[in-house]
């Protein structure tokens, strides 16, 4: 059974940090890219970040220089380090696994983790 299990999410004040984690099991881990994406209410879901399984970790441009992806391949999760949290950082966090094979896209999701960042 494909789980994606999102945790760390919560009510914080701008300027501060929060670490969300993605607890991932039941497929190939180390076969799919990770991404985080965030959604507020009206807005598209966006990607914030993703660390592929080849190449570099890629981010938004809003949240470049203030967030860190990264892969613990030792137990199948993936985190994001988020520092200097802004008003607009306000979201729905989701955790995705996604790959490509022969032509065909593959993609689980997390059910997605509240974040609020209000003084």
């Known amino acids: 059974q494909v789980r994606l299990v999102e945790s760390g999410g919560g009510l914080v004040q701008p300027g501060t940090s929060l670490r969300l984690s993605c607890a991932i099991s039941?497929?190939?881990?180390?076969?799919?890219?990770l991404a985080w994406y965030r959604q507020s209410p009206g807005r598209q879901r966006e990607l914030v970040a993703i660390t592929p399984t080849v190449g570099s970790n890629n981010y938004a441009d809003s949240v470049k220089g203030r967030f860190t992806i990264s892969r613990d391949n030792t137990n199948q999760m993936t985190h994001l380090q988020m520092n200097s949290l802004k008003p607009e950082d306000t979201a729905v966090y989701y955790c995705?696994?996604?790959?490509?094979?022969?032509?065909?896209?593959?993609?689980?999701w997390g059910q997605g983790t509240q974040v609020t960042v209000s003084a």
């Open positions: 039941g497929f190939g881990f180390g076969f799919y890219d």
């Open positions: 995705n696994a996604h790959r490509v094979t022969y032509g065909k896209a593959e993609d689980y």
